[in-house]
């Protein structure tokens, strides 16, 4: 194992690795920096093995002390910024963080602080070769099912997951990559590892669907990591071809069918990838050759094995669903506090799914968000894609809520202006089992979701 940066600096320190804030930055000036952080880390009586939290920005600053604190020796645990307060504390708690990097105006999240500014003009800390099964940092999962976990991830499974999704995006050293992902997401700090790995540049932007088509446009961006929301907002502005642009990866969450025909119709390659914070982000991903084929159902990526399995954890036949598991180096050993996975052990993702005999994934959805309604089972993802199919529903959502006949009924949280229920029960009554019709409708202005454009399930129902 080595340190990413710094073996790309030694092999070609005049390319370009970063642009930010108007600036361009090589392989050799940001290693340099990085390593007057971690110098400025270790001056601050950094003990090896501490865990550092980093609330940041989309900067300079913060990319500088994701490289630099684990450098530094230590395990680095990014916080998202759009948590509360009281969140945030109890993540940095949980994970027993010892110092907080951030700007002026970080929270007082109860331990020591640094400022990301800085982080400069100290003794330069020089990498070391870190050891394969030594943490490189512990991610917080959404907690969109749940109470937000943290993840472990080592050095090995990010290199596992860099050296997969190199393979599958033919990513080399004349790629650039345009990161509008939030660094605190597993997808945004991918970003900047498996450039440096690669040797490509990362071109770093605040997430605005108009600034996105001028970098599209200009030519210099040949990768693109988005959420099905973004695309979209993008696609509006914009519908394409973008000249130059090979692929747009898009995760966090189920992908429309109508977004995949309107990029198709543009000529915009879109690569539809099922990940998870487990897997240091991809576990299956559409091929590069199907980029432009309206084409959702993702292949395991080289290296990680993929399974459906019964309630009992007994592999199923193709076509069947089930739940899903996964196995491979890129999977993480386990929790902040437990339970931690054998060696060879499958994980279990909590996603349902199935696949084909070629191997191609479907996801159903969560496990948990599976509604049963007079014992019948109902996926959520089948009723909004049926839903979206009508053409005055801009974006559906559906949940199970709580019956005393059926233990469940279907509801459904709509964004149709114009629309009537009647309208819509009887479209898919032509596309759907009666069970799965809902029977509760709620029409709102916008869908409830997450910082990363998921569906925020828990808030389905309520005014907003």
């Not at 990014?78 to 109890?90: D, I, M, Q, S």
């Not at 929790?335 to 994980?347: I, K, L, Q, S």
Request: hydrophobic letters at 45%; a negative charge.
């Amino acid at each position: 194992m080595h340190d990413w940066l710094t073996a790309r600096a030694a092999d070609d320190p005049a390319g370009l690795c970063l642009v930010a804030e108007g600036e361009r930055f090589s392989f050799a000036d940001l290693d340099a920096q990085v390593a007057s952080a971690a110098g400025a880390l270790v001056n601050s009586g950094l003990e090896d093995g501490a865990r550092i939290a980093v609330w940041g920005a989309h900067d300079l600053a913060t990319v500088r002390a994701l490289w630099a604190v684990p450098r530094a020796g230590a395990v680095l645990v990014p916080l998202n910024t759009r948590l509360t307060e009281g969140e945030a504390v109890h993540q940095v708690r949980d994970a027993a963080v010892s110092l907080l990097l951030g700007h002026e105006d970080r929270p007082d999240l109860g331990v020591p602080s640094l400022d990301l500014d800085h982080l400069t003009g100290f003794a330069p800390r020089q990498a070391e070769p870190p050891h394969a099964d030594k943490p490189h940092s512990i991610m917080y999962t959404s907690g969109t099912g749940g109470p937000a976990k943290g993840v472990v991830l080592t050095w090995a499974n990010f290199e596992a997951a860099a050296a997969a999704s190199a393979q599958v995006l033919a990513h080399d050293r004349r790629d650039a990559w345009l990161a509008v992902l939030p660094l605190y997401h597993v997808g945004g700090l991918s970003i900047l590892i498996r450039s440096a790995r690669e040797g490509g540049a990362v071109v770093l932007d605040e997430f605005d669907s108009r600034t996105v088509v001028a970098r599209l446009r200009g030519g210099g961006i040949t990768l693109v990591s988005l959420v099905p929301t973004m695309l979209g907002r993008v696609l509006d502005v914009d519908p394409g071809p973008f000249p130059n642009l090979r692929a747009v990866l898009l995760g966090g969450g189920p992908v429309p069918e109508s977004l995949l025909a309107q990029a198709a119709a543009g000529r915009v390659p879109v690569l539809s990838t099922y990940g998870l914070t487990e897997a240091a982000s991809q576990v299956a991903t559409v091929p590069l050759a199907a980029a432009l084929a309206r084409h959702k159902d993702a292949r395991p990526v080289p290296g990680m094995e993929v399974r459906i399995v019964d309630g009992d954890s007994r592999q199923v036949p193709p076509e069947e669903s089930g739940r899903v598991q996964i196995r491979g180096s890129a999977v993480s050993p386990g929790y902040v506090h437990g339970p931690m996975r054998p060696p060879g052990a499958w994980f279990a993702t909590g996603d349902l799914g199935r696949m084909d005999a070629d191997d191609n994934l479907e996801i159903l959805g969560r496990a948990d968000d599976t509604i049963i309604t007079g014992g019948e089972n109902v996926y959520p993802l089948e009723v909004e894609a049926a839903l979206e199919q009508h053409p005055e529903v801009v974006e559906a959502a559906v949940h199970g809520e709580g019956d005393p006949t059926w233990g469940q009924i279907v509801a459904a949280t709509v964004v149709a202006p114009g629309v009537e229920e009647g309208d819509l029960d009887r479209f898919l009554r032509s596309r759907l089992a009666g069970f799965k019709i809902p029977t509760r409708w709620h029409f709102v202005r916008s869908i409830p979701r997450t910082g990363l454009g998921k569906i925020d399930r828990a808030r389905l129902g309520h005014p907003h």
